[in-house]
């Protein structure tokens, strides 16, 4: 007997984008389905009701322009990446809670490191193929990465060079952070970049550059300022790295990007996607070859989310941020501890840091689709407005002159205090929490 296929809609008036208006308005009592509309920063207006006609082709999985994610498995096999951010003042106590984080679930290691000969005593016991190491070190970028490029070669003694890691040495993100360098700032990239040559010809594991967005967020950018403020630092790092001799491939393998994530979490999911969409497109217009457009992405729970008071919501927040980067590809995650606006954190808030990202991953799966937001037509359809307006500010951006006079000259500053003013009203008016 032949197969009969079954249609469960044969039978039912076809729906279309009229006839749910006119229901919309009448439950509405007279006013037009507009009134639904939300506005977001960046010029996004938020449409009552998405459809597939919305959404743009995302691509595949793996490829080109990666929204849907930088590899075609995504997190599938392992899970993302746990990075677990430690701040202890003592050395020794860093140490201890480095060693317990690795027994418990953390894949990767984030240190912030006030002095860089205390980094031996840091990592005494941890193994370098099995666990990255990344740094914060502030104004001792260099000199924190010298010393832990001395440790990786003293425990290659079989000279292999498998040593994980990422050096995050970021002299413009340090600039806008702290508002001073130890050197003038071509001076700080020059050496950066030729910190980066000597890792791309010994360390084939670790990464030099970091392309921190999240100062600018601290300050309160908008989703696609930080973008666009990204990609224009990733930019000038391109420059850089090639002008000191690497290849276009080897200069982008040398970058990693940071960016927030919060408790918005369409909207965190979209900017990771659209990232990785912007620099996709960057690298190709650089001449990159297709398997170096991949951006390399490290996603932390933002901290202007966080409150001092009653610091326990931060637990939700953090939540929320981790899962909305899980579901938005980036390839680690780090949440903050729920305290961390207090101040220094106990063990508790870090060990609950940690487990909310394997909570996510081992409990609830999270990892286990491949690109979860593709094919929701909301998140696609703000991806692409998100890409777009970045794009526009990133064009601005490198017609000024570039990302150095961007900063330096104070436009930055400008910028982020017209999108403080914008937020400011918004919450005044109820319109955003």
């Not at 951010?85 to 894949?107: F, I, K, M, S």
């Not at 930019?235 to 090639?242: D, E, G, K, N, P």
């Not at 290849?247 to 927030?260: D, H, M, V």
């Not at 008071?309 to 929320?320: E, I, S």
């Amino acid at each position: 007997m032949a197969e009969v296929p079954l249609s469960l809609g044969s039978g039912y008036p076809a729906a279309d984008d009229a006839a749910w208006t006119a229901m919309a308005e009448k439950l509405l009592r007279g006013k037009p389905v507009t009134s639904l509309r939300t506005e977001l920063p960046d010029g996004i207006v938020v449409e009552p009701l998405y459809t597939a006609a919305d959404a743009p082709d995302p691509g595949w999985p793996g490829f080109a322009p990666f929204v849907r994610g930088g590899g075609p498995a995504g997190a599938v096999v392992n899970g993302w990446d746990v990075r677990q951010r430690y701040a202890q003042a003592d050395p020794a106590a860093q140490n201890a809670a480095v060693l317990e984080g690795l027994e418990r679930g953390a894949t990767s290691l984030w240190l912030r490191v006030d002095d860089a000969a205390q980094l031996p005593r840091m990592l005494e016991g941890v193994l370098f193929d099995l666990a990255a190491v990344v740094l914060d070190a502030g104004h001792q970028q260099v000199a924190a990465a010298r010393v832990l490029l001395d440790e990786f070669a003293a425990a290659d003694a079989d000279g292999i060079h498998e040593a994980l890691g990422s050096l995050r040495v970021d002299p413009l993100g340090l600039l806008a952070r702290s508002g001073s360098l130890a050197a003038p700032l071509d001076d700080a990239i020059a050496e950066a970049t030729a910190l980066a040559t000597e890792v791309d010809a010994d360390w084939p594991n670790v990464r030099t550059i970091a392309v921190d967005a999240t100062p600018y967020t601290d300050a309160g950018a908008t989703p696609g300022r930080e973008l666009a403020i990204s990609l224009a630092t990733g930019v000038a790092y391109l420059r850089a790295l090639t002008g000191a001799g690497l290849s276009i491939e080897q200069a982008c393998g040398q970058l990693e990007f940071t960016y927030s994530a919060d408790a918005d979490q369409f909207t965190t999911m979209a900017k990771l996607r659209a990232a990785r969409r912007l620099w996709a497109n960057v690298a190709q217009a650089c001449g990159a070859a297709s398997d170096a457009h991949a951006q390399r992405q490290h996603a932390v729970s933002a901290g202007p989310m966080f409150t001092a008071n009653d610091p326990w919501v931060n637990l939700l927040r953090g939540t929320v941020a981790a899962f909305a980067a899980g579901v938005g590809g980036a390839d680690a995650v780090t949440v903050e501890p729920f305290d961390s606006a207090v101040g220094e954190s106990d063990a508790l808030a870090v060990r609950l840091a940690r487990n909310t990202q394997l909570l996510l991953i081992e409990e609830a799966n999270v990892a286990k689709a491949i690109d979860p937001a593709g094919g929701a037509w909301y998140v696609e359809t703000l991806t692409d407005q998100l890409a777009t307006a970045a794009w526009t500010a990133f064009q601005e951006i490198e017609a000024a002159g570039g990302m150095a006079r961007y900063l330096t000259e104070g436009r930055v500053h400008t910028d982020l205090a017209s999108s403080v003013d914008q937020r400011a009203g918004l919450v005044a008016t109820r319109r955003q929490p």
